[in-house]
């Protein structure tokens, strides 16, 4: 049983068009976030819900939206995409918002833009 | 602010060698850390964490680290290192109880093991 799935794996698209990532957990957490990992393997933080609740906004641009329907599932939504959004977005979860509660990280959906 | 040091970016160990990664961690008070593998094409992992009390953690794979205040270290070792070892890892400090929420990841060491 997949902890933290992401959809789609892989994603090639062209500048300008509009995509989606979707993450689901099925884990019972409280907890999401969605980041973005660079060619150099830097991890940054982008949003985090709890509850469906947006607790993390990082200095993303405004043309990435989370989406929290339940506290299961959180997608990400970019509009506009550019070359510089190429990436490995990761979802991950965690039974918390704070403390010594580890993060589930799913598998990753590699973003590339043309 | 919280921040996460590992200096090393490369090493290389030959399998059955011992392996130390470092870790060096910036907080007011005793962190939460974490540390986590990510095989190629795959997501993270996490190999241990420690909030309190006894400061050498026994992870999976064989994996340990060893928390030091006085240093701000968290360093990751191995006594004999496996071919299937060779991954990113990444050392991370957890979110405060009354803080951002955020966990504060470093910059990753890739560590590629010899046969």
Same mark, same amino acid.
């Given at each position: 049983?997949?902890?933290?799935?992401?959809?789609?794996? +892989?994603?090639?698209?062209?500048? %300008?068009?509009?995509?989606?990532?979707? /993450?689901?957990?099925?884990? %019972?957490? *409280?907890?999401? +976030?969605?980041?973005?990992? *660079?060619?150099?393997?830097?991890?940054?933080?982008?949003?985090? +819900?709890?509850?469906?609740?947006?607790?993390?906004?990082?200095?993303?641009?405004?043309?990435?939206?989370?989406?929290?329907?339940?506290? #299961?599932?959180?997608?990400?939504?970019?509009?506009?995409?550019?070359? %510089?959004?190429?990436?490995?977005?990761? /979802?991950?979860?965690?039974?918390?918002?704070?403390? #010594? *509660?580890?993060? +589930?990280?799913?598998?990753?959906?590699?973003?590339?833009?043309? | @602010?919280?921040?996460?040091?590992?200096?090393?970016?490369?090493?290389?160990?030959?399998?059955?060698?011992?392996?130390?990664?470092?870790?060096?961690?910036?907080? $007011?008070?005793?962190?939460? &850390?974490?540390?986590?593998?990510?095989?190629?094409?795959?997501?993270?992992?996490? &190999?241990?964490?420690?909030?309190?009390?006894?400061?050498?953690?026994? $992870?999976?794979?064989?994996?340990?680290?060893?928390?030091?205040?006085?240093?701000?270290?968290?360093? &990751?070792?191995?006594?004999?290192?496996?071919?299937?070892?060779? @991954?990113?890892?990444?050392?991370?400090?957890?979110?405060?109880?009354?803080?951002?929420?955020?966990?504060?990841? $470093?910059? $990753?060491?890739? &560590?590629?093991?010899?046969?």
């Amino acid at each position: 049983d997949t902890a933290v799935s992401q959809t789609p794996k +892989y994603l090639v698209t062209q500048m %300008g068009n509009d995509k989606s990532i979707k /993450c689901e957990q099925n884990l %019972g957490h *409280d907890t999401m +976030y969605w980041y973005k990992q *660079d060619s150099k393997k830097f991890l940054k933080i982008m949003f985090s +819900y709890n509850n469906k609740e947006l607790i993390i906004n990082e200095t993303v641009p405004n043309r990435f939206s989370p989406k929290s329907p339940d506290k #299961a599932h959180l997608n990400l939504h970019i509009n506009s995409l550019e070359l %510089g959004d190429s990436a490995v977005y990761f /979802c991950a979860s965690s039974l918390l918002r704070g403390g #010594a *509660d580890e993060q +589930y990280f799913g598998p990753g959906t590699r973003l590339t833009v043309t | @602010a919280q921040s996460v040091t590992q200096p090393d970016i490369h090493i290389t160990v030959s399998e059955g060698a011992s392996l130390e990664l470092r870790c060096n961690y910036s907080y $007011g008070a005793t962190p939460y &850390l974490f540390w986590y593998v990510q095989s190629p094409g795959q997501g993270l992992q996490l &190999l241990l964490k420690y909030f309190s009390g006894d400061t050498l953690v026994q $992870g999976i794979k064989g994996f340990e680290a060893e928390f030091k205040r006085s240093q701000s270290s968290f360093n &990751l070792r191995k006594p004999s290192v496996h071919w299937s070892d060779a @991954a990113e890892y990444f050392c991370a400090v957890g979110p405060t109880t009354s803080g951002t929420y955020k966990y504060i990841f $470093g910059t $990753g060491t890739r &560590l590629k093991v010899l046969a």
